[in-house]
């Protein structure tokens, strides 16, 4: 049985963070500027570019199948979907972002408590609202259409604002008071999709080739030639995520190894390895890990 997936792309800030990932994890996905219909070289999926402001929403009403947005947007909206896959990835950072209280350096408010009878800008007012209520304390949340870190202090005492590095509040000379909540993107199902038995599986793989891509990113392959004499020590090194491999060279007293290590750790544990004796060390990059 074969179909159509309709999967909805993130327009915006994860757009191009979006086609990238798409990329490494072997789809061609190409947008056009004059149309919100990307092509991709599957012919069993056709792509639309949605805000992630409004994806869950659609993937609720089955207009998408499946979509890739953040947690934040999926619990402003309730939407009522499938939150499939957390996928650690952004336009800054592959951590996740937080939305933040935030209020000026020299503003008295020190807790949320302090917010009672205070005026609140922000893009996130369900969530904001819910996590006043959570605290006992009433207080005015006004949408912000743009801009919210310049509207404290005249427009707001205090805003509401997401952030993953936090360069943006320093610049602006906000302080964090609080964090409403955490977000990164994540794959949201509509549940008539995924009761449809052809677009799950078309789904479970897409799923497996975006988390395997994701991460390989931080991952690389590291490969190396090791006198028998010298493999305890050189085993003793390695960490893996599983046990490397190890295949006999022509030289009878010599292996080749192979394993994959997080990219951070390769600058201080190839100079140990050679210490230990290893030769023809080569790291190279991985397209997708998956176990």
């Keep these: 049985m074969s179909g159509i ?13 979006t086609v990238d990932l798409f990329r490494r994890a072997g789809y061609q996905v190409t947008i056009s500027s004059r149309s919100y219909y990307p092509s991709i070289d599957d012919p069993d999926v056709r792509c639309m570019l949605i805000r992630s402001q ?10 998408l199948d499946a979509g890739l947005c953040g947690h934040d947007w999926v619990v402003e909206n309730q939407s009522d979907v499938i939150e499939l896959a957390e996928l650690d990835y952004s336009k800054a950072t592959d951590t996740k972002a937080r939305w933040v209280l935030c209020v000026p350096e020299d503003s008295p408010i020190k807790s949320v408590k302090d917010l009672q009878g205070k005026r609140i800008a922000t893009e996130l007012v369900n969530v904001t609202k819910r996590w006043l209520e959570k605290h ?10 743009g801009a919210t870190e310049v509207k404290c202090p005249d427009l707001a005492d205090a ?9 943006s509040l320093r610049a602006n000379k906000l302080r964090v008071v609080d964090t409403v909540l955490e977000t990164n993107t994540r794959l949201v199902v509509g549940k008539a999709a995924w009761a ?16 395997g891509a994701l991460l390989a990113k931080r991952m690389v392959g590291l490969m190396m030639n090791v006198a028998k004499t010298d493999l305890p020590r050189i085993l003793d090194l390695l960490p893996s995520m599983m046990n490397p491999s190890i295949s006999p060279l ?3 007293e010599w292996v080749d190894v ?14 140990a390895l050679k210490r230990a004796g290893a030769q ?8 997708k890990v998956i176990y």
């Design 196 to 211: 449809d038995p052809w677009k799950r599986s078309k789904i479970e793989d897409l799923v497996t080739l975006l988390q």
């Design 54 to 63: 409004e994806m869950s929403r659609y993937v609720a009403d089955q207009v």
């Design 136 to 145: 006992s304390v009433s207080a005015s949340v006004e949408f912000s259409w």
């Design 258 to 271: 192979v394993t994959v290590i997080e990219e951070k750790q390769a600058r201080a544990l190839i100079p």
């Design 250 to 252: 022509a030289k009878g």
């Design 280 to 287: 023809g060390l080569v790291e190279y990059p991985l397209n």
């Design 159 to 167: 805003i509401v604002e997401i952030t993953e590095t936090g360069s």
């Design 5 to 17: 997936l309709k999967l909805g792309i993130p327009k915006g800030s994860l757009e191009q963070a």
